[in-house]
């Protein structure tokens, strides 16, 4: 019962282009959202989050989009930088307290 | 400020055999959680404690898996016996209520990577 899904396992971009990272929700009791990124060896790391009363948020190159209807988010990062190379979680709660994950987008950023 | 900790960082077990994982939070961090992430999966989580109760365990294995929160700061998890299957990532996190959301921010630790062979 997979309530967070992130259909794209690997994503590869040209330095300076848009990547954009999707995730589709399935319990619409989901309230607030997160995206994380993580290096190998190393544990994730918070990105950026959106409540659902809103529909964007938005931090330096970072910007989640909420679509509540459509039970779905989206990353933007703009410009993508060699150093985006990473893999990016997305998150869901209900209440802002226990996380369910997606299986994990792999961002290439590619100079 | 020194961020969550935890060790070893990388086990190697013989199935049936027993393992421990050590945690460290963050300081202040009232909330702890262990994680586990198998390989091309997400994080999921096994246990969450709120000081040294446990307030989620819906999803640990309690045949073969056990955790305790000492004293609302340091955690452990056991596994007795390992399977195969539990061949994964674990990871802890802590967190802290963001004042203006009121939603829980949650920082993670490196990670233990355990193999059962």
């Known amino acids: 019962d997979q309530q967070v899904k992130q259909n794209s396992p690997s994503l590869g971009v040209q330095e300076g282009r848009i990547s954009i990272l999707n995730c589709d929700y399935t319990n619409s009791m989901f309230d607030y959202f997160l995206w994380y990124k993580k290096y190998p060896a190393e544990g994730p790391t918070f990105l950026i989050s959106i409540s659902s009363i809103k529909d964007k948020n938005e931090d330096g190159r970072f910007t989640v989009f909420l679509n509540k209807s459509a039970k779905h988010l989206s990353l933007h990062i703009v410009p993508s930088q060699p150093g985006d190379s990473a893999v990016y979680f997305c998150?869901?709660?209900?209440?802002?307290?226990?996380?369910?994950f997606g299986a994990g987008t792999i961002l290439r950023v590619k100079s | 400020e020194a961020g969550v900790a935890q060790s070893p960082r990388y086990k190697i077990i013989e199935k049936r055999q027993s393992v421990a994982f050590w945690c460290n939070p963050i300081?202040?961090?009232?909330?702890l959680y262990w994680y586990q992430q198998i390989l091309g999966q997400g994080p999921k989580l096994l246990i969450q404690f709120q000081n040294n109760g446990v307030v989620d365990d819906s999803q640990l294995p309690k045949d073969r898996f056990s955790a305790e929160r000492l004293k609302g700061v340091d955690s452990t998890l056991k596994i007795q016996p390992a399977k195969l299957e539990d061949s994964a990532v674990y990871l802890c996190?802590?967190?802290?209520?963001?004042?203006?959301?009121?939603?829980?921010?949650?920082?993670f630790g490196p990670g233990t990577r355990l193999t059962v062979t």
């Open positions: 996190a802590s967190s802290l209520r963001r004042a203006g959301t009121g939603k829980y921010e949650q920082y």
């Open positions: 998150a869901a709660s209900e209440g802002g307290n226990k996380l369910v």
């Open positions: 300081s202040g961090h009232a909330t």
